[in-house]
């Protein structure tokens, strides 16, 4: 065997152990390892500051990790901030571990650490896969964080997961089936506000490149939700089906002055695919949709 073949080994070897002490913290407190990383090994720690934010789909992950738990748990935490993210980058997905602030209105407002993580994949679809969202272990408490991320790990190998194509918007009566479709209502957006950061989310994933981008610009006009499940008491319950399709259509406003060649609002939509699992709570979501903007950009 050659050095440089022996050299290379050696760099997987060291490349393993690392990861595998990132796995033991399940992701998310490693600062006491990096000064250990090996330079091969495409792991990023990152802190945040008032000069260097959290980008964008970072805090979108945030506020998808805590909707799932609350979906979950029956909570109403909401995003309070970012305190760090982590990033590992395995072709053809990357994992990111984000250590947020959640704040606890049934608590008068108090602040919990929230943790959450995801698996961002691209089959053509882009799908998020949310394996972990909890608030943080006390110092006493089991954290199976590892164990999570070994389950999940073996489920994004899985050949037989589903990676098929979203459907296309559908016919112009089919919403009048009321078995399977519910159409939401203006004032349960405002309560929901997690179909926006579906929205949002769709929205981000083929235009992260534009600089110019401003998500606070969307504007839903219409959702409608799809479900198999029949066997709902109300309607609106479909908001809450572990499996579900969104069909969303908005409006993007790039600019607010017409009058001086200033480009004019454009409709679009997205659909949006929910999976959860029924016993682990993994939850993936696909996204597709007429959301790539570019030329109104650039």
Not at 35 to 43: D, Q
Not at 213 to 230: G, R, W
Request: with cysteine; charged share 30%.
């Amino acid at each position: 065997m050659g050095d440089s073949s022996a050299k290379m080994l050696e760099g997987f070897r060291k490349e393993r152990e690392f990861m595998e002490k990132v796995r033991q913290c399940g992701g998310f407190d490693v600062e006491h390892l990096m000064k250990a990383k090996p330079g091969r090994c495409n792991f990023m720690a990152l802190e945040i500051t008032k000069d260097k934010p959290a980008p964008r789909y970072i805090v979108l992950y945030a506020r998808l990790g805590i909707h799932k738990y609350n979906m979950i748990q029956g909570t109403n935490l909401e995003l309070n901030g970012i305190e760090k993210y982590n990033v590992f980058h395995k072709i053809p997905y990357s994992i990111h571990f984000v250590t947020a602030v959640a704040k606890d209105p049934a608590a008068g407002g108090s602040l919990v650490t929230f943790q959450t993580s995801f698996y961002e994949e691209v089959y053509g679809v882009k799908r998020l896969s949310c394996f972990i969202a909890r608030p943080k272990p006390g110092p006493h408490e089991e954290d199976n964080a590892y164990n999570l991320w070994v389950q999940s790990d073996d489920e994004s190998d899985d050949e037989s997961e589903d990676k098929s194509e979203l459907p296309e918007w559908p016919g112009e009566n089919a919403f009048d089936d009321k078995k399977h479709y519910y159409v939401v209502k203006k004032s349960e957006l405002r309560e929901n506000d997690w179909i926006r950061v579906y929205l949002e989310l769709a929205f981000l994933v083929p235009n992260s490149s534009i600089r110019s981008l401003d998500l606070s610009k969307l504007v839903i006009t219409k959702v409608a939700v799809y479900t198999s499940d029949e066997d709902m008491a109300l309607p609106n319950e479909k908001l809450n089906a572990r499996n579900a399709i969104f069909y969303i259509k908005y409006e993007y406003c790039p600019n607010e002055n017409k009058d001086h060649g200033c480009k004019p609002t454009r409709d679009g939509v997205a659909i949006v695919r929910r999976k959860m699992d029924k016993i682990s709570g993994d939850t993936t979501l696909s996204f597709q949709g007429d959301c790539n903007w570019r030329d109104i950009f650039l």
